[in-house]
């Protein structure tokens, strides 16, 4: 927070910079690239890392927004290979993180939060949630904060 003369001026968190630990829960462990990595799907990696709320659903799409010379299928072939998870599901599981960490550091709204994430329907979006983090979204919201006042 940064105070002024007469006003107060809030900071928005950076948000990407706490997601990994909320990839690596989903995943169950670290996703990394090979050695032996074709450089396209480090690409395609780097993307979604970066922009997460921004890849599109179909991959063919994204490899034309990122400039890569693959169709869908190929590129698809590519990402699982080189880091032993289909991109659909990498995608939606760094979503899911950004999201969680959204929820434990920001007030916004959870029907807010779930639209960031690319879902329209927020009961949906807490129903997928509290599939990979075994709670929904207020809970987890609730217990990340008392997690931090009691540090």
């Given amino acids: 927070m940064v105070v002024g ?11 990407l910079e706490g997601t990994g630990a909320y990839v690596r829960l989903i995943l169950g462990r670290r996703c990394t690239l090979r050695a032996d990595i074709d450089w396209r799907a480090g690409r395609m990696k780097e ?3 970066s922009h997460p709320e921004q890849v599109p659903r179909d991959v063919t799409d994204l490899c034309k927004q990122i400039g890569l010379p693959v169709s ?23 979503r899911f993180a950004v999201a969680a960490e959204q929820l434990r550091v920001t007030n916004v709204a959870i029907k807010v939060v779930a639209a960031e994430a690319g879902y329209q329907n927020s009961r949906h979006f807490a129903r997928r949630f509290k599939q ?13 904060r008392r997690r931090e006042f009691a540090v």
Avoid at 132 to 143: D, G, S, Y
């Fill in 47 to 49: 993307f979604i890392d």
């Fill in 132 to 144: 990979l983090f075994h709670v929904n979204p207020m809970e987890f919201r609730k217990l990340s």
């Fill in 72 to 94: 869908g299928r190929q590129a698809r072939r590519l990402f699982k290979s080189s880091t032993g998870i289909g991109i659909r599901s990498y995608s939606m599981k760094t």
């Fill in 5 to 15: 003369p007469k006003t107060v001026i809030y900071k928005r968190p950076k948000i």
